[in-house]
């Protein structure tokens, strides 16, 4: 792979949420969290394609009694997407695009509103990672899937809101 310098000056910000479907059943490690029908998107992420992923927050709807441990994994294209649900199953075209995987480990979990489940909440932060990314043909979005790690009961409707600070 060639070498790629990014000068790194101004930040920004991108967001992406979902909800996830209506039900409680449990993820296994490995299992994909979506909607089932879009990958996140996280618009205008980069500049002229360029920039080094500094930060991210994942914020939780809810403040289950084991708190999620999961993994952001990012591409530079959309991959097809994957059922909510199932297992995370990328051609090697698709691992090709990738850009970074961010952990957001049980451990790293903080309570914001300590009701339990759907009247509670929770934050991951994830900070320093200098993740640097270059777009081929200076495209600005980035797309992402959360993957669980553990065991998670979720609860039904439960939303996830992701935010990736970028600096360029």
């Known amino acids: 792979m060639g070498q790629t310098t990014i000068a790194l000056g101004k930040c920004g910000s991108s967001t992406a949420t ?3 479907p209506a039900n409680t059943t449990t993820y296994t490690a490995g299992d994909v969290m979506s909607d089932s029908t879009a ?6 992420a980069l500049k002229d394609g360029c920039g080094a992923i500094q930060h991210a927050y994942l914020l ?3 403040n289950q009694t084991l708190l999620l441990d999961a993994e952001l994994w ?3 294209t ?3 997407i994957t059922t909510d649900n199932l297992a995370i199953a990328l051609t090697d075209a698709e691992l090709a695009s990738l850009v970074g995987v961010i952990d957001f480990a049980v ?3 903080k309570v914001g509103l300590a009701t339990s489940g759907a009247g509670g909440n929770a934050i991951n932060v994830q900070t320093g990672l200098g993740i640097p990314v270059k777009n081929v043909g200076n495209q600005n979005d980035l797309y992402g899937v959360l993957i669980a790690r553990n065991a998670y009961i979720p609860v039904s409707a439960e939303i996830f809101t992701v935010t990736l600070a970028v600096v360029y």
């Open 18 to 20: 979902f909800t996830r």
């Open 39 to 44: 990958w996140m998107t996280f618009r205008g």
């Open 60 to 62: 939780d709807s809810a």
């Open 74 to 76: 990012l591409f530079s």
């Open 78 to 80: 959309a991959p097809a």
């Open 107 to 109: 451990a790293d979990g």
